[in-house]
């Protein structure tokens, strides 16, 4: 920071909302005055490009602003340097600007400069600074730069001003809020230390929110923009003679100002909500400063660009809160919104991207992990499953049926029909052994040996029965004698051929079989002893 140099104060300066003309013709009228200005801040902040003088005290910018040219006391210039304490002037060269004095007057530095509010302001500790070419040659084309909230280096508080240079040679400074304690500016226009224009000087200013002053350089004029009519301050009727569409009885057009002067601006021309577009304009809600055509969608929701639609983005369909363009993943289902705490249904429901594995159903099964699957790289395992006589718990209950078991490690299961799941000799297809009363192959049948004649094993039944080795099965023996027992002798009583009959029909058991029959002998039958 370069210290403020010691102020030259001159008291307080008697001041009127009409001034000039200067040495060279230049003079000014306030928005306060009756004809004047029509007080009008076109704000730039969201537009203009940001200048570097934003960054640091006490600093300039050179503006790149090529293809703009401004009369100024004679001259044209096409360069314009932007200094942080509220100047310009037309040298791409620094200097601190701190000493002040009335205008015209200043010798020190630059002396040719306009100076909106010339005084100690700090951008870098607070606010910015904007500049934008509006308008198109020959089409009120015309420079704009904006303090916007810009702090003051010593005194508290912030103000947003405009000056506004057109290439017709006018001038204007525009003023939307000044909330300083206290401040000693210098405001106006010097083209040499001789010839100046002052609208201030330092102590009183009668710089206010809501103010204009324009400055003209060819006097006011009967007639300054050539409407037909003259200015108030020149006797006529024309309400705005710096705009050649207002004047009495012209026809009104969106542009908010009162072009018939009749007093009365239209309700449609009215800007409510400062975003400077009018209900005449199209604005679609002139109290959201928001919504307005050309505005970007902004993803909450609304018509931000008033064309009637609500980008499908923005709409929530499922009322979870969410839009898709603020991150919703699925806007159909309301469990499914980013920072959603995640439950057991298989969706991502944060909206992460991903959905962690207690929620996958990789075997297809139906049935997640978080809901009690027990493999989920088994299709064959979860709740509510039936048993398969697998070995496996298929119902994830934590147990393994003990029909499922395998408990002599035979291969077979009491489920698989092993008929003695304690002898590994014991299942079904293991190989039977003649005649030795046990049912290896668990078939419900023992086998007897290989008769010599090569007629092939007899399976035996189990309990008291007869077999032949003829090749006719020994149940149909045992049924036919069954029959021919009733009928001869009036008794269901089981018999073997040879014996006496038993006491009761116990069993044979106990009996020492007959001498196997001779191979000869093909219809011999044997009795077989019951295991």
Known sequence: MVATLALLLFGAVTHAGVGGPDAFGYVYVDSNEPGGPPYVFDDISATGALSTISLVDD?????????????????????????SNGLIYFADQYDSWLLRTCIPGQTQYWQTFIAPYHDDLDPSAGGSVYYQLLGSPGVDYRLVVQYDDVRHYFFLGNITFQVILHETGQIDFVYEDITLAASYANVGIQGDVNSGLEYACFENLPVHGGLRVSINPGGFGPDVDQDGHDS????????????????????????????????????????GDGDRSRLCDLDCDDNDPERFPGNPELCDGLDNDCDLLVPA??????????????????????????????ICDGFDNDCSGTVGPPERDDDLDGVLWCDGDCDDEDIDRFPGNQELCDGIDND??????????DGDADGARVCDGDCNDADVEIHPGAVELDDDGIDHDCDGL?????????????????????ATNGGVPAGWLVWVALIAGVRARGSRTPQCPGRPPPASPASCASRTPPTRPSPHSRRTSTCIRER
């Open 396 to 405: 994830c209950n934590g147990v393994v049926p003990i029909e499922e078991n």
């Open 313 to 342: 983005d923005e709409e929530d369909m499922d009322a979870d809160g969410w839009q898709i363009c603020r991150g919703d993943c699925d806007d159909m289902n309301a469990t499914m919104f980013p920072g959603n705490d995640e």
């Open 232 to 271: 108030l301050l020149d006797g006529g009727n024309d309400c705005n003679d710096y705009n050649a569409t207002v004047f009495p009885l012209a026809p009104e057009i969106c542009d908010g100002f009162d072009n018939d002067c009749d007093g009365v601006l239209p309700g449609d021309e009215a800007d």
């Open 59 to 83: 600093d300039y910018e050179a503006l790149p602003v090529a293809g703009f040219s401004f009369p100024f006391y004679g001259q044209i210039y096409s360069g314009f340097s932007l200094h």
């Open 446 to 466: 023992d086998s007897s040996p290989v008769p010599a004649d090569g007629a092939g094993a007899v399976e035996q039944t189990r309990g008291c029965g007869c």
